[in-house]
């Protein structure tokens, strides 16, 4: 998964290698965890105005919010580690 990007949306991506989690933002734990990151600086909005579907957890403690399901997103890293897998030539 190295230097791949995943779209999360309206033409937003992420370095895959940096993500922790995909999580759904519907529990009050979600909800502060984003007010923490507001807060501190470290709350990256990629819904462009839209509902919040996605939060994702990067290593760096950035929380990344996505307009996109966060089954969605998940399949867009397991696509990317299937091609990957392909080019390398690899069964399976």
């Not at 940096?18 to 909005?45: F, T």
């Not at 990629?46 to 307009?67: E, F, K, Y």
């Amino acid at each position: 998964m190295e230097n791949e990007l995943i779209n999360i949306g309206f033409g937003n991506v992420i370095l895959a290698s940096r993500v922790i989690a995909i999580l759904a933002p519907d529990s009050a734990p979600m909800k502060r965890l984003k007010e923490e990151a507001r807060n501190h600086g470290k709350l990256l909005d990629a819904t462009h105005g839209r509902r919040t579907r996605a939060i994702i957890i990067t290593d760096s403690d950035h929380i990344v919010l996505s307009a996109i399901q966060p089954e969605t997103v998940a399949q867009r890293f397991t696509s990317e580690n299937d091609d990957k897998l392909k080019r390398q030539g690899s069964p399976g």
